[in-house]
């Protein structure tokens, strides 16, 4: 694997240490046409709420390259009273996930927040601190 474009023929293996956030993933998670779109694009319903992770210093660039650089998924905000985003598909222990970027200026470059069908603090009985490690689906970045 190569830094700057990267082929992945496996998923992409992206390790954060699980924090709290500021509790807006689970407004943005009950919109409807955030519901409807992630369902349409994931092939679940997001549970509320997201589960943040700081990336690992060791894996920060594969992120940054990935978010950049990655076509990812779109989900398109009906006015301009809310934000876009992108997604990117991956698994947690074979539980289908995805991390949500939003389009906003500013938006920390070293978090990840994961939607799930389920709670997954709750499903994986997890706390802060704790090490995760999200695979991706790319085919080419």
Same mark, same amino acid.
């Given at each position: 694997? !190569?830094l700057? @474009?990267?082929?992945a023929?496996?998923?992409?293996?992206?390790k954060?240490?699980?924090?709290?956030?500021?509790?807006?993933?689970?407004h943005?998670?009950?919109?409807d046409?955030? !519901?409807?779109?992630c369902?349409n694009?994931?092939?679940?319903i997001p549970?509320?709420?997201?589960?943040?992770?700081k990336v %690992?210093?060791v894996?920060l660039?594969?992120?940054?390259?990935? !978010?950049?650089d990655?076509?990812?998924?779109?989900?398109n905000?009906p006015?301009? %009273?809310f934000?876009?985003?992108?997604?990117?598909?991956?698994?947690?222990t074979?539980?289908n996930?995805?991390?949500?970027?939003?389009?906003v200026?500013?938006?920390? %470059?070293?978090l990840? %927040?994961?939607?799930?069908p389920?709670?997954?603090r709750?499903?994986?009985?997890?706390?802060?601190?704790?090490?995760?490690?999200?695979?991706?689906?790319t @085919? @080419?970045?």
């Open positions: 694997m !190569r700057g @474009k990267l082929q023929e496996e998923p992409l293996q992206i954060g240490v699980l924090c709290s956030g500021i509790q807006q993933g689970s943005f998670t009950q919109l046409w955030v !519901r409807e779109q369902n694009l994931l092939g679940f549970h509320p709420g997201t589960l943040n992770l %690992e210093k894996d660039q594969l992120w940054q390259i990935l !978010r950049q990655a076509t990812g998924l779109m989900v905000a006015t301009q %009273e934000c876009s985003a992108r997604l990117f598909p991956g698994s947690l074979q539980l996930v995805a991390a949500v970027v939003p389009l200026a500013g938006y920390p %470059e070293d990840i %927040e994961i939607l799930a389920v709670p997954l709750q499903h994986f009985n997890l706390i802060d601190g704790d090490s995760i490690t999200i695979a991706f689906f @085919k @080419k970045i």
